[in-house]
């Protein structure tokens, strides 16, 4: 299976988190996409775990259910395997090589990098272009996953009658998301954080105009945000997110609630700069771009602005897009939506 393959007109991204499973369908051109359909559907408890599928059948009776009641017609389809679960190298080879070549070279050079025997782990490989400090070679970026992890996701899709057309990384499609949105860019020559809050873990991207600087995994995630909701109100975990996903939540929730996890939230993206900080030659960045299901909260970005002292921006991968349906309700659940968006632009041209 691929990491990298050819476009297709459309496709379905599909991003199955700890928490929940979200859907996308685009049609058109990445320079003005159509959202066909769109959803979101919880995740049984045991469903998903440590990043990936626990148990098949409750994540296929989800998926399925979701298509249905999302009115996804289309049935091309991508999915994410996590960061964590990937190993990606950047290496240098010699311009021109045939492909036959490079595949060898690679296989070659992945021994000495990835801690699994080479049949058990799926490569690719993406030319990026020219290197810029060897002239003469190619920045190649290879691409490693246990195949025991992306089999358990052709099983799932193929399993639902479904073609699994991609098999991509969560992160590379948030930073395709990020890269077609003009808004998102720098302002100057400073890199962008980008950090993208999930149920359980977080994760930090830092990218320049050309690619991913840096990334790190955080343990922190939208279960901190539930807990406070528990800890201040006594209530039970599906108490606590109808309060979260509520238009109208108690009198005293910006101050008991958001701001302590705002602060939290602030902590965390400062204590993994640092580290971007102390391994490049990098001692700031232009702005912070968030995104996660927990940035629907009505100012979080603002709030987490004045804390950082940098600029904060919420993701919403839908703002350019062309809506079928329910605009108002998708823009709701948009930035949760950006791994399942991003892996859908993989078929636009």
Known sequence: MKFFSPKSKAVVGIDIGTHSVKVVELAGTKANPKVLSWGVAPLPSGAFSENAIANAELVADTLSGLLVSAGVKGTNVAVAVSSSH??????????????????????????????YPIDEVNLDFEILGPSSTNEGEDDVLLVACRRSIVEDYIDLVEGLELSLDYVDIDTYALERVYRAQNNLMANSDEP???????????????????????????????????????????????????????????????????????????????????????????????????AGACCALAGLGGDLELKLRSKVVVMNPVVNASVQSRRDAITAKASALSVAYGLSLRGLS
């Open 192 to 290: 962008v954080a980008i950090f993208d809050i999930g149920s359980s873990s977080s994760h930090l991207m830092v990218v320049d105009n050309e690619r991913v600087l840096y990334s790190r995994h955080q343990n922190f995630g939208a279960a901190q945000l539930v807990k406070l909701v528990r800890k201040e109100y006594g209530v039970s975990a599906d108490e606590a997110e109808e309060i979260l996903n509520s238009s109208q939540p108690p009198a005293d929730f910006l101050q008991t609630v958001q701001e302590p996890f705002v602060e939290m939230l602030r902590q965390e993206i400062s204590r993994a700069l640092q580290f971007f900080y102390s391994s490049s030659s990098h001692s700031n960045i232009d702005s912070v771009v968030l």
């Open 86 to 115: 990937a190993i990606t190298k950047v290496l240098g080879m010699p311009s021109g090589m045939r492909d036959v070549e490079m595949e060898e070279q690679i296989s070659i050079e992945a021994l000495h990098f990835i801690p």
